[in-house]
């Protein structure tokens, strides 16, 4: 693979499409702790893994137009948020999604008259989960179907998957996004995955973010993809998918 910039990536958080206000992803942080067991009869330490850790971290703009910056960081909520990144907007290409909480909303006014805020959103029972887009970005669906398909290359494996999900608009009645997957790309072969099909999110919510993990030991053929089901006319979502490659405690 050739080295490659950061032009033209891409940032979500809880439902909304921040890559306009985000000026740099400070952190990306997927960390084990060490556990330092040293016995007296050694002259180094000795360390064991433990706990996995997530990290993200960003510098944004001041922005108060709608379904931007300040209101979707301002109310600075108790529950679980869902941040991505996502390198361009292209299925296939590599995500990073964590589950967390955002701990701040924190601003700086600079002598230069600039306003800039750094935010931090610290891992909730998962870490940073590094996979692959299965949406084109913040992509819009018009109506009920498959997204486009992505093959994995390995046949299929058996350690199980996480998605997550966000919907950042949607006009109609309700929609469900699951992810599928398949032995070859003949459409009539792509099932949902199971644990994979996201509860529906309804016009009156009008966004929305998921996340979800399969068993540990399911199996996951090598074509994904995203169904949309539901009534609408317009939905907006992304979808970050990590397929394992090893057992997962």
């Not at 400070?26 to 997530?54: H, W, Y």
């Not at 300040?70 to 999604?97: C, E």
């Not at 099932?191 to 009156?204: D, K, R």
Request: net charge negative; glycine share 10%.
């Amino acid at each position: 693979m050739a080295k490659e910039s950061g032009m033209g990536d891409n940032f979500y958080i809880g439902g909304y499409n921040l890559s306009t206000d985000v000026s740099a992803l400070d952190t990306i942080a997927c960390r084990r702790a060490a556990l330092d067991v040293t016995s007296i009869d050694k002259s180094a330490p000795e360390r064991i893994s433990g706990l996995l850790d997530g990290e993200m971290s960003f510098s944004t703009w001041f922005d108060t137009a709608t379904d931007l910056e300040h209101a979707a960081l301002s109310t600075l909520p108790t529950t679980d948020r869902t941040a991505m990144y996502f390198h361009g907007s292209v299925v296939g290409n590599q995500a990073a999604a964590l589950n967390g909480k955002q701990i701040n909303y924190d601003w700086n006014r600079g002598q230069d008259g600039s306003l800039a805020g750094t935010i931090q959103v610290l891992g909730n029972g998962s870490p940073v989960e590094w996979g692959i887009e299965l949406t084109n970005g913040a992509e819009l669906f018009a109506s009920s179907g498959a997204g486009t398909h992505f093959d994995q290359t390995t046949a299929s494996t058996a350690f199980g998957a996480v998605a997550t999900l966000q919907v950042f608009s949607l006009s109609g009645t309700s929609v469900t996004v699951a992810v599928q997957d398949s032995v070859d790309t003949t459409p009539a072969n792509f099932s949902n995955i199971t644990g994979l099909a996201f509860t529906a999110v309804t016009a009156g919510a009008g966004r929305g973010e998921q996340r979800l993990a399969t068993g540990t030991t399911a199996t996951i053929r090598r074509w994904v993809r995203v169904n949309l089901t539901g009534t609408f006319t317009n939905a907006t979502i992304a979808v970050a998918f990590t397929r394992f490659t090893a057992a997962q405690s």
